[in-house]
């Protein structure tokens, strides 16, 4: 009996969702969509593929993080993120959201490591790039900012903070100020 219950069990967790992720393809158009609307729609597509954790309950806790975010109740929100990352530690998105938790804080040292986690499981998230580079700019570190900008921008080319970004720190870097 034990033995039917453990592999009904072994077979009901092998079908379960795997975690989404966006193709290969998706960020190809990303790479090479002829105007900003068009990427901005790539962009849109692959957010919506990165809050799909795979699992039913983890893209609950997701959603109450997210809609405590909205409400401004940051506490809350943290500690649904930080329950999703427990679940499911290999969840890009979760690490992302808390990360972005942390900046809004100044946080920089537990934002730099959600941060990383998020680029580790998901070297083309565009939006770690970018608080990489928000993080670096308000501790003035504007060389690793505009690094952090370029990479968001070898991903998602039409990224308008990301351009407007690079534009000012670069002026900056070559001495001609804004």
Do not use: C
């Not at 997701?62 to 499911?88: C, H, P």
């Not at 979760?94 to 942390?102: I, N, P, S, T």
């Not at 990383?116 to 501790?139: I, S």
């Amino acid at each position: 009996m034990l033995r039917a219950v453990l592999l009904a069990l072994a077979l009901s967790l092998a079908s379960l969702p795997a975690l989404a992720e966006p193709s290969d393809e998706m960020f190809e158009r990303l790479l090479k969509a002829p105007s900003e609307a068009e990427a901005n729609d790539i962009a849109q597509d692959i957010w919506a593929s990165w809050l799909e954790s795979g699992s039913a309950t983890v893209d609950m806790i997701m959603s109450r993080g997210a809609d405590a975010q909205v409400a401004g109740d940051y506490e809350t929100a943290r500690t649904f993120y930080d329950r999703a990352i427990l679940i499911k530690p290999d969840y890009a998105e979760a690490w992302h959201r808390r990360a972005g938790l942390f900046l809004r804080e100044e946080n920089f040292p537990e934002a730099l490591r959600d941060l990383n986690e998020t680029l580790k499981l998901e070297p083309r998230h565009f939006g770690a790039w970018a608080g990489l580079a928000t993080m670096f700019e308000a501790m003035k570190a504007p060389d690793q900012a505009l690094e952090a900008w370029r990479e968001a921008l070898s991903i998602y080319p039409t990224m308008h903070e990301a351009l407007q970004a690079e534009k000012r720190l670069t002026k900056e870097a070559e001495g001609q100020g804004l």
